[in-house]
């Protein structure tokens, strides 16, 4: 059974349809508790629109909210979101708030652990010929696989003393996505593109999403990964209100409405649930059209 976007995300449903109250209150609906997904699976329950997809999947007690968000997921003709859903707490310059270098990590080593071994699934073999990587939004580390080399891996991050201590890159840009989100780079160009913990502060995504899609080789990867985890004043208002399975429908939109996407996947691959920092990915492949 297909889900509706409306079903999982009614709020936000309402703002599309310029219900200006419900506009008004949205931090304080959104942030009031209860996950947008979990009031899908309440609903589920109470039967409402028949027998639900959640119905049968939630009978598989291993099965996480965030991996079953985007399945069947049937999207609304327009992007349902509002620019008041992309501003920050903190709206100053990016430039100035990441212009001291952090040499720190902003997972905890099992979620790094745990991102390593799925890069090392999906990543074509190191050193193979003609292949090239990005990192977007990249600091003094990227956690790929241990050894891992292609003769072109670019980072593009907010600090150049990051970036230089970052040893699998070849080339790095220092770009600030929020300002200007056009990517430097030729159509085309990249087998895969990856994002750690930073998808949920970009205040123009549709724009980089697109630019990824075309940057990106037919059949190329895209990768995006999120924890619970971020500089709060930093993230987008709709990141900071919505639950870890709202996340992933939220990035799962971004595939969606920048075109030339298959169907965005959620995977979680948390390594300890409830005992470490949970790790969620976000993927999707630009259409092959050869």
Known sequence: MAIRFAT??????????????IRGNRRLILGFGVSIFAQFVAMADRGVGGKSFLVSARKQQDVSPVEQALNNMEWPDQF????????RFDESADSVFYDSPRFVTHIDDPAIAALTRYYSKVFPPSNTAGISLLDLCSSWVSHFPAGYNQDKIVGMGMNEEELKRNPVLTEYIVQDLN??????????????????????YLNKPLDVFK?????????????????????FTKAISIWTSTSDADHAIIVGSYFHYAGGFEPPQAVDISPNPGRSDPMYIVYSRKVNTA
């Not at 780079?185 to 949920?200: A, Q, R």
């Open 8 to 21: 999982v995300f009614p709020v936000l449903s309402k703002l599309h349809n310029h219900n200006n109250q």
């Open 80 to 87: 349902p979101f509002r620019d008041e859903d992309f501003q």
């Open 179 to 200: 300002i200007n989100p056009k990517l430097p780079f030729e159509d085309n160009s990249f087998d895969v593109i990856t994002n750690v913990v930073s998808v949920d």
């Open 211 to 231: 630019e990824m899609c075309r940057i990106l080789k037919p059949g190329g990867l895209a990768v995006m990964s999120f924890s619970n985890r971020c500089f």
